[in-house]
């Protein structure tokens, strides 16, 4: 046994002789003591509570395109068209129309007037008669007037006549001129239709219009009337009506016992 046991502590020896005789070499990493990593417990997640509904304010109507993806928080909006949504759940009624409003016009309660035949505008024509400059000639058949001329011409306008049973004929003079006049319905014509006022001061809504001239001592008188569209038609009690333009322009030219031939 020590045979072999002394070899091998001379063997050992020598060994460790060498390993002995080399300076030792350490990097100053080695004086360091390294902690251990602290043991990380990961904790289960929490359930997050629902989020409050958020009210948010209505993004602005810009008309869709372009323009509202640039200001309407970069989210490309369809443009809308038709009716608009209701988000009250009422169902969509069409805007209101009026004078600030926009579309088709309003409704009115009154109904719709037909235009005046452009034929009976006042204009100049031929005259071949024997009357005097300065008469005044109706012709209830043709629904006109003439107010005769210089020089064989004559200044023609059209008028409104009596309806049937209030047409006449005969030679008047103007007896008096008024501008804006009252409205006085004679007794006969109260017993005819006794709902008119007895009384209508001078105004656009008078029927006597804005001029008025009247034929002698008779109850007729050459006037205007607030209904152009009635020019050219059988529809007064006698009188003779005409637009306010043309009544205004024939008053100017007329003068108080003025010849007046009604055929």
């Known amino acids: 046994m020590s045979r072999y046991l002394v070899p091998a502590v ?4 020598l060994v460790a002789v060498p390993a002995a005789a080399r300076p030792l070499q350490l990097s100053p990493e080695a004086y360091r003591t390294v902690a251990p990593e602290p043991e990380v417990v990961v904790a ?3 359930a997050e509570p629902e989020p409050a509904p958020v009210r948010t304010a209505a993004a602005p109507q810009l008309g869709g395109g372009f323009i509202e993806f640039l200001f309407g928080g970069g989210r490309p909006v369809a443009p809308r068209y038709g009716a608009p949504a209701d988000p009250y759940g009422r169902g969509y009624q069409e805007p209101a129309y009026g004078p600030q409003g926009y579309g088709r016009p309003a409704p009115t309660s009154e109904p719709a007037r037909p235009a005046m035949d452009p034929r009976y505008l006042k204009q100049v024509v031929g005259y071949a008669g024997e009357e005097k ?4 000639i109706i012709n209830t058949r043709e629904r006109f007037l003439y107010l005769v001329q210089e020089d064989g011409k004559a200044l023609r306008y059209g008028i409104g006549v009596g309806r049937p049973g209030f047409t006449w004929a005969g030679v008047k003079q103007v007896s008096a001129k008024r501008e804006w006049p009252d409205w006085r319905p004679p007794d006969e014509m109260l017993k005819r239709r006794p709902d008119l006022p007895r009384y209508m001061p001078g105004g656009p809504d008078n029927p006597l219009g804005a001029r008025a001239m009247y034929l002698g001592s008779s109850l007729y008188r050459i006037h205007g009337s607030n209904e152009p569209w009635t020019i ?3 529809v007064s009690s006698g009188c003779i009506r005409m637009r306010n333009e043309d009544v205004i322009d024939l008053y100017e030219r ?10």
């Open 254 to 263: 007329v003068k108080v016992g003025t010849k007046v031939i009604v055929i």
């Open 232 to 234: 050219g038609q059988a």
């Open 133 to 136: 400059p300065g008469t005044v």
């Open 10 to 13: 001379v063997l050992c020896a």
């Open 44 to 46: 289960p997640p929490a």
